[in-house]
């Protein structure tokens, strides 16, 4: 690699930063107990002798495995009420057991040792407006949940369902259901009927937990029926609770009123079972867009580890951060958001759409008028709640920068010291935008992982420089390599995404997967006893990486293999391109044709010079090969509900596929989007 191919930096750390980190102290830790050797680069000038060397701390984080993950149980004190044997009996994937012997509680780290009168929570939705709750009401309400929940005959490995928005009562329910050593799952509320049962039905729940409707972008949904309609298709619930949150007050036949539950639990100590480090602590699930979504399940010890490990070392969370990500239930960035209070920080909810967010706009259930939408809603909410750490998707960051918003002006961003992006690649484009409006203060961390490992297998470090358009790290733990199809490790080329070592938060199974088939068929099927993630990923000489989109939705002509992503890129630079999305479409004869929908800004078309201006910007930024073969225009791109592009599923429609089989419209944020091409498959 050439010094001129190496992307601008955009930010460095400075040395009180990096002396103060987590991770730091925790590789100064493991160098004085383990004998790591974390300090001073071979060759290094004699200033850099003693440097921190995150590269050393992470070959042996994913090298010696037993080592690091036993040092990450011992450094962060994880309580156990019976020992563990060893670490990792056999390295093996899948089917590593992890800390055999020991048994624990996730939720009992979060509770223990907390201040009653420190706020654990900050909250708002388009009905609520800001508020907190300490940890001394989060306990109370928890072991009120808790004891209603076991009156209700929940124990350890029952499961309980939410059909919830994203407010505190959620996190307290899931708190709650933990404790008991049941297993929770969760979606959000704007999932439709079907892809709730799809869900849902597939881990056989006995409670439900659900919302009697929420408030978005203005408008008010009742969920009454649609909860009818889950307790009639979902034969093993017992029990049905009900939230009233959209119109309290109005009880529901056939429920029990949430505060009724937490009434019968009054004054109720909050305890915790004890459960085997592999005991199931949630089920989440893929996007099941081509099928019954993969129900999958991490363990209370797995989980308590990664986030331990994550949520300190490379979020480097402190006692006065106040931590925010904008999330729905129905996505594993909840769970990551809900786990920040493992550590000493607080965190900041919000429930609706992010063009509505205001720290006080939200006037209650009688609210007329709804407030004008504004992208800068969650800036506005950023600014009030104090937050610290604004965690969002790229395609938010880059909704912002192409409506012209300025998320510091004439709001106080003064506490604001990261932002981090995930849910697809943050274009370089973004990367520089964030640094024009927030200057070189300000860190910007960029993460990709999934809901496979419910973390980052790339992500954020504070002590390391931002590269623009680059992931500044493989993550601690996560022995992340490029490979090609033979299984050669590749640098500074792109390839598969594979993880070589087992890590802790990795799934203990899926769901009903009895004899494990449906699982190594996900992760291990290319390469035996490796897992493999499905995305293309390039590790560059600094150690940096870049995503490339999904691999099976690759773009490969005459050879020359073009992740989606890049296209993307290069179309969305252009001012008139709102959105886009490209798919290779076999032909009979055997060729492929590129076909590129775009969604333009109101007043621009294809009738001019635009489908030019395209074809150059791709045939310059990507390879002449991959101009479109044809660019339509569509009113919107097809998105799972959170949020990913149906790149996989548009394709099999417009090779002929029925489009039911293609993918489930319940699992759609707008289900709507795909008629277009359902049209266009049969020549209307």
Not at 149 to 173: F, M, Q, S
Not at 378 to 384: E, I, N, P, T
Not at 388 to 401: D, E, I, K, W
């Amino acid at each position: 690699m050439t010094e001129s191919s190496v992307p601008r930096v955009l930010w460095e750390p400075g040395e009180a930063t990096i002396e103060s980190s987590n991770i730091v102290a925790f590789a100064r830790w493991a160098a004085d107990r383990r004998g790591v050797r974390a300090f001073g680069r071979p060759g290094a000038t004699p200033e850099a002798a003693g440097a921190f060397d995150y590269e050393a701390l992470w070959r042996w984080s994913t090298t010696d495995i037993e080592d690091f993950w036993a040092s990450v149980w011992e450094y962060f004190g994880v309580r156990a009420d019976t020992p563990y044997e060893e670490v990792l009996p056999e390295r093996v994937m899948p089917g590593a057991r992890w800390f055999p012997g020991a048994t624990l509680n996730y939720a009992r780290h979060v509770f223990e040792g907390r201040d009653d009168d420190t706020v654990a929570i900050r909250h708002a939705s388009e009905l609520r407006p800001l508020g907190e709750w300490t940890w001394g009401e989060l306990r109370r309400r928890t072991a009120a949940i808790a004891a209603g929940l076991r009156r209700l005959g929940v124990g350890p490995g029952d499961r309980v369902v939410g059909y919830l928005p994203n407010l505190p009562e959620t996190v307290a329910a899931f708190f709650a259901v933990s404790s008991l050593g049941a297993v929770w799952s969760s979606c959000s509320p704007d999932f439709g009927v079907r892809s709730v049962i799809d869900r849902f039905a597939q881990i056989e729940p006995k409670v439900l937990l659900a919302v009697d409707g929420y408030r978005y972008g203005g408008k008010d949904f009742d969920r009454r029926p649609v909860v009818e309609e889950l307790r009639a298709a979902l034969p093993t619930v017992e029990h049905t609770v009900l939230l009233d949150h959209l119109r309290p007050g109005r009880p529901m036949e056939g429920t029990l009123a949430w505060g009724d539950l937490e009434a019968s639990g009054t004054d109720a100590e909050l305890e915790f079972a004890s459960v085997p480090f592999d005991h199931p602590l949630w089920v989440l699930y893929s996007s099941g867009t081509t099928g019954l979504p993969k129900a999958i399940v991490h363990g209370h010890g797995g989980i308590l580890l990664e986030q331990l490990k994550n949520l300190h070392l490379h979020l480097d969370a402190r006692e006065d951060d106040r931590v925010f990500w904008f999330t729905t239930t129905g996505w594993m960035m909840w769970n990551f958001l809900v786990s920040v209070l493992l550590t000493k920080a607080s965190i900041v909810l919000y429930d609706g759409s992010p063009a509505h967010a205001s720290p006080s706009a939200a006037s209650g259930p009688s609210a007329a008028e709804p407030p004008a939408p504004d992208l800068g809603g969650l800036w506005d909410l950023a600014a009030g709640a104090g937050v610290t750490v604004f965690g969002t998707s790229a395609g938010y960051l880059s909704s912002c920068m192409k409506e012209g918003v300025h998320p510091a002006r004439g709001r106080d961003l003064s506490k604001l010291r990261a932002i981090g992006s995930t849910g697809s690649p943050l274009s370089p484009e973004a990367f520089a935008w964030v640094y024009e409006e927030f200057g070189d203060d300000l860190w910007l961390f960029s993460t990709s992982g999934g809901t496979d490992v419910c973390s980052c297998l790339v992500g954020g470090t504070p002590t390391l420089p931002v590269y623009e358009g680059e992931i500044q790290s493989r993550a601690l733990g996560m022995a992340v390599a490029s490979w090609d199809p033979h299984g050669k490790e590749l640098v500074g080329e792109v390839g598969e995404l594979v993880v070589t070592e087992p890590a802790p938060s990795m799934p203990v199974f899926f769901w009903g997967d009895t004899d494990g088939e449906r699982l190594r068929d996900s992760y291990f099927s290319v390469y035996p006893g490796v897992w493999r993630h499905g995305d293309w990923i390039e590790i560059t000489e600094r150690g940096t990486a870049i995503i490339y989109g999904r691999s099976d939705s690759t773009i490969n002509r005459g050879g020359v293999r073009m992740g989606t992503s890049e296209i993307y890129r290069a179309v969305l630079a252009l001012d008139d391109v709102l959105d886009a999305l490209v798919v290779d479409v076999p032909q009979k004869d055997g060729s492929s044709r590129i076909e590129l929908f775009t969604v333009l800004r109101p007043g621009a078309d294809l009738e001019g010079d635009l489908p030019r201006e395209i074809a150059r910007r791709i045939r310059t930024d990507c390879s002449p090969r991959h101009v479109p073969d044809r660019v339509r225009a569509i009113g919107a791109v097809p998105r799972t509900l959170s949020g990913k592009v149906l790149e996989v599923p548009v394709k099999r429609i417009l090779m002929g596929e029925d489009p039911e089989k293609a993918a489930s419209r319940d699992s759609l944020a707008n289900p709507e989007a795909l008629d277009h091409f359902s049209e266009l498959a049969r020549g209307e």
